[in-house]
């Protein structure tokens, strides 16, 4: 792809998770979109035809960023271990949580947008699970748990992401140091 319509592509996702940010799933129009990138339809349906396509393809790109920048991170701090839930969780806030949350709670009524969905998040748990393993290798949780161990880290940093929506900080953090707890425990028991 030319660079200046990549960057046109990347301008549109940008903005369309903002918008994800800022009016949520139902006001997160082809027309909000091309109104904050200042772009015009045309320019926008050019790169992504439906708003299914701009929605998911924004998904992609913030879960694609957010891991890219974990990796970065951790390479770059020497990431241990036991610090693995708080970086985790450092890194799940934030637009890629907005834009995740807003997307997963559509699919459940939008069934255009299910299979999509389904399929970035596939991906993302490709994504995650090779980034763990490029930064701890490939045996960092015991047994069957070294397929699945970063998966269920996810999966609690997903509830406690919803749960921080309506509940005070102090029960999730409590979840949380439970979570770090349980996950330093099988570490060691690795070891």
Request: charged share 20%; hydrophobic share 45%.
């Amino acid at each position: 792809m030319q660079a200046r319509a990549q960057a046109t592509r990347e301008h549109l996702l940008q903005h369309t998770v903002e918008a994800l940010g800022a009016c949520g799933y139902a006001g997160t129009s082809t027309a909000e979109v091309c109104r904050r990138a200042s772009v015009s339809r045309g320019t926008l349906q050019y790169h992504f035809p439906t708003r299914i396509d701009l929605l998911v393809g924004a998904l992609d790109h913030v879960l694609t960023t957010a891991v890219a920048e974990f990796v970065d991170e951790a390479k770059r701090d020497g990431l241990e271990p036991d610090a693995l839930v708080g970086r985790m969780w450092k890194h799940w806030q934030g637009p890629a949580l907005t834009a995740w949350l807003e997307l997963a709670v559509a699919a459940r009524t939008e069934p255009e947008l299910r299979e999509p969905m389904r399929e970035v998040m596939a991906h993302f748990d490709v994504r995650i699970h090779a980034a763990v393993a490029d930064i701890f290798g490939p045996d960092l949780f015991p047994g069957e748990l070294q397929r699945t161990g970063t998966l269920l880290l996810f999966a609690i940093l997903n509830g406690l992401s919803v749960g921080r929506s309506y509940e005070p900080p102090q029960q999730s953090d409590a979840i949380l140091a439970l979570a770090q707890h349980l996950t330093s425990a099988l570490l060691a028991e690795q070891s």
